[in-house]
């Protein structure tokens, strides 16, 4: 299994999907650095945010793949044999999956070198908005992969590209003011960063990991199906995957539309007087800031401060009633 899942990585189209995913992505990140550039949890949430494209392409490298037996001719071939269809899907599953994957962490690995100097402040979260973003990219290789097979013409890989960024964009207004739905079934959707302390709730990052896997799985077994029985059964996964994603995301007075990380937010100060202080997410900036602050405060503090001097106001027509027992101002 291991030999025939090499070959499929080197004949596939497995080595096409990661280069053009990658350029893809290495492209967005850099056309706009300053939106992630602050530190690991934003380069994250963009990235995620950036699936509105890698998202639809993945699909679309998933049903160009599914192509190749249409286009050797060979799928009456492959029937006649005795090894089952869901053992010969396996190999190719395994390889565009892999493909997803290693294109997905290729990108972060991109974003790396230009904050590796600044960014201090890793949390966990920002691995757990990662992993979901891979497993985004597999569910929508697979798919591609089950769409392909089911149609598998020319125009198919392009047309689902095209959908496939306008069901990302749809699906928002779609479900308005439900908010929290976009967050179920769009991996891009609240990823958009309006503070340097936003952060993702570990429950909404759950539900999308439960629906996408619901998702792959399905089009794994599409991709694998044999008679219409099996197709409208391998619709289960999905419709169960919803449910219980559906049960685990916070909604209601629960959903917080942009949730912001407290610990991000905490300030970390430099050694020394006078006291200089950033938040932590900004740590890394520390050193740097910390010369110029101080430089700054010694100039301040050689400013002459006095008092200002009072002036009175002019004498009313109507006199004033004062309190017994309050000092008068001035």
Known sequence: ??????????????????????????????????????????????????????????????????????????????????????????????????????????????????????????????????????????????????????????????????????????????????????????PMYGMGQYTDYQTVYGRVSAAQAIWLAALAVTAAVLLASGSWRTRVAALLPAALGATVAIMVIPRNDEFVANPVDPVAQEQVCAEGSPRVCVSRVHSGLLPEVTPLARQALAMLAKLPTRRPPCTRTPPRTTPIRRHPGRPTSC
């Open 1 to 186: 299994m291991s030999r025939i899942l090499r070959i499929e990585l080197r004949r596939s189209a497995a080595a096409g999907a990661v280069l053009i995913l990658l350029v893809a992505g290495a492209v967005l990140l850099y056309a706009a650095p300053q939106r992630w550039s602050t530190g690991w949890m934003p380069l994250a949430m963009v990235q995620r945010e950036y699936l509105v494209l890698l998202w639809p392409l993945a699909l679309a490298a998933g049903a160009w793949q599914a192509r190749r037996e249409h286009r050797s001719n060979v799928a009456e071939l492959f029937a006649s044999t005795a090894r089952p269809r869901s053992q010969r899907m396996v190999p190719t599953l395994g390889a565009m999956g892999i493909a997803a994957v290693c294109a997905y962490l290729a990108v972060v690995a991109v974003g790396v070198p230009w904050i590796i100097d600044t960014a201090r402040y890793l949390p966990a979260t920002a691995f757990v908005v990662a992993a979901v973003g891979a497993l985004a990219l597999v569910a929508a290789a697979w798919l591609g992969l089950a769409i392909g097979r089911l149609v598998p013409s020319l125009v198919t890989a392009p047309a689902l590209a095209v959908v496939g960024i306008g069901l990302l964009l749809v699906i928002p207004a779609a479900v308005r003011p439900r908010e929290w739905l976009a967050l179920v079934f769009s």
